[in-house]
């Protein structure tokens, strides 16, 4: 079928592919077949599927790092968390939680795979304010999940500029919620993703474009 | 059709104002993205074809290299980078599409065009402090010419290099 190339504004175009027959993880068994092109909405991974796992991700590369099983309570603190932070960051589908001990990196309370959808909150994560640390690394896994022309507008409401020959990131501002901030784009959004939800009358006040932006972007999000 | 549009601007007053927004031409965009490099412009023919950039920018690990960043006048995005060596040469160009573009720079669009460049996909694992990274991109040519593009296939930027 020739379907038009363009889609809608919140939609993107995912085109005519063959589809192998699978099982899902709930049993059904889905036939193999042509997918014909359709436009999809961004962001349809539909709802929170938290799943926690003690042994190491394929693929993890800090082989150093010792993964264990995440005790109950943690387990529960992390769910309630979760239950409590707007759909736009947890409308994710599938998300695999582990509760490795330590970071190889010094002073890191968690990493995320924003691409595999993965979450590590180390032990010290639990000694500060845990659902900050939680709305960050979901943040990182938004940051993935956001349009071409949505990131376009997020670079330009935080006056980011990009340099891939030579790697660089260029911004012109002097200020940052936090100070990781002026490294990248990406830190510097899930900083301020972070600091909207945490401390939104110090954040608006600062960075009132960029308040604006998530605003739009959170739009009516619980 | 692309030697034309080159010579043309070249010869004439072919600015940012004068031709690139009027037009709205892919040939036009994929013409200074595909000579800048090859053809070894300097920095008085890239003023030439889109005028002063709005930016500047000095790399302090590498004496005299610079990069100009241009914007899109209509919406404040992003558009070029273009980044000279110390002779003020062209080593490489970064061209991000905007909206009325992006269905003239889809993967498909490269792939076709580039066919005779070898063209692989790739995905790279970068790490960044706390962060596991998946780059998604298609390199041709050895790596000189890249586009990269997200989870939803849009492509962000197309680079290419000397």
Known sequence: MAFASSCPKDMYLVREHKR?????????????????????????????DPKFKNEMPKGWPYKKETFKQCPKKKKEKILNILNSLPNILTQIGKLTIYCPSKSETPNNPATSAPDDKIISLY????????????????????????????????????????????KVYKTNRKTFSAPDGSHDPEEDFANN?????????????????????????????? | MKALIILLCLTTSCSLTSSKYSSQNPDFYWSILENATEQKWTKSQVLKMLGPPDEKHKHTEREEAISWFYSNRKNNFQEWVFSFDSDGIVEGVSYFPNDLMISSFSIEKIMTRWQSLNCQHKVKQVLKSHVIKKEKSLSCDNNKRTANYNRYNEVEYISVRK
């Open chain 1, 123 to 166: 032990d010290s994560s639990f000694e500060m304010d845990t659902k900050r640390v939680i709305t960050h690394e979901l943040a990182h896994i938004l940051w993935a999940r956001l349009s071409s022309n949505e990131k376009k507008t997020y670079y330009s409401a935080s006056q980011w500029k990009e340099d891939p020959i030579n």
């Open chain 1, 20 to 48: 192998q027959a699978h099982y899902r993880n709930d049993g059904t068994y889905v036939s193999g077949t042509t997918v014909s092109s359709h436009c999809r909405h961004y962001r349809s991974e539909g709802p929170l």
């Open chain 1, 193 to 222: 993703i972070e600091y909207y939800l945490t401390e939104n009358t110090k954040f608006k006040s600062n960075f009132p474009q960029i308040n604006t932006w998530i605003k739009n972007l959170f739009g009516d999000t619980k």
